[in-house]
């Protein structure tokens, strides 16, 4: 079993920064990826972006692309998602997930919510304009 625990979010103004980490605890050496999602009151889950964590390939929304950096901390089993030039319509809770495949960040699929086993329980990030 993995346990993930997602610290960071907060409040902030369009075009402010903010660095979301996903702490992991348990079978960690099971990680092979992890990957955020966000989920806006109304709306569906979505993917953020995506990592592998052994090879480092990385995916990211069309809507974050350039703006949201995604990247792992394998001696401290930590994921990180730095997030600049944020918009309101990042307003969201913020999910980290981990999975024991990678398969689907080298097929595309990286965004499908039941492609990854354990979740965290969100943390809320609130751009106000």
């Known amino acids: 079993q993995v346990q993930l625990v997602e610290s960071g979010g907060d409040s902030v103004q369009t075009g402010g920064s903010l660095t979301l980490s996903c702490a992991a605890s348990?079978?960690?050496?099971?990680?092979?990826?992890v990957g955020w999602f966000r989920q806006a009151p109304g709306k569906q889950r979505e993917g953020v972006a995506a990592?592998?964590?052994?090879?480092?390939?990385?995916n990211y929304a069309d809507s974050v692309q350039g703006r949201f950096t995604i990247s792992q901390d394998n001696a401290k089993n930590t994921n990180y998602l730095i997030m600049n030039s944020l918009k309101p319509d990042d307003t969201a809770t913020y999910y980290c997930?981990?999975?024991?495949?990678?398969?689907?960040?080298?097929?595309?699929?990286?965004?499908?919510?039941?492609?990854?086993?354990?979740w965290g329980q969100g943390t809320q990030v609130t751009v106000s304009s």
């Open positions: 997930a981990a999975a024991q495949r990678s398969w689907m960040i080298y097929d595309g699929n990286w965004y499908d919510v039941g492609s990854y086993e354990y």
């Open positions: 990592i592998a964590t052994y090879g480092g390939r990385t």
């Open positions: 348990g079978s960690t050496l099971s990680i092979r990826s």
